[in-house]
């Protein structure tokens, strides 16, 4: 069974940065689909980034402060964030497929002053 551990959430003031992390417990290689998915209370979960073959995708809400990456040797994929703002206070969820669907446990950002 693949795990995906995330970590980096926390409380941080607006115009404040944050990276998380999302480590696999295999080969992230073998994922053909990466993400970052969010969630706010009262609302559903959302994808906010994500990579797919050679491509990257972010919502539009985040563009020009959010980027995905990834570092293969450590199996792990980031979202860094920059420049955060109140709205993007929410439970951060990473999100990686292969044959199957894996979800990392989720880990809580608040924006707030």
């Known amino acids: 069974q693949v795990q995906l551990v995330e970590s980096g959430g926390g409380l941080v003031q607006p115009g404040g940065s944050l990276r998380l992390s999302c480590a696999a417990s295999e080969s992230i290689f073998s994922f053909y689909f990466m993400g970052w998915y969010r969630q706010a209370p009262g609302k559903q979960r959302d994808l906010v980034a994500s990579?797919?073959?050679?491509?990257?995708y972010y919502v539009d809400s985040v563009k020009g402060r959010f980027t995905i990456s990834r570092d293969n040797a450590k199996n792990t994929f980031y979202l860094q964030m920059n420049n955060l703002k109140p709205e993007d206070t929410a439970v951060y969820y990473c999100?990686?497929?292969?044959?199957?669907?894996?979800w990392g446990q989720g880990t809580q950002v608040t924006v707030s002053s």
């Open positions: 999100y990686a497929r292969s044959s199957r669907s894996f």
């Open positions: 990579f797919t073959g050679g491509s990257t």
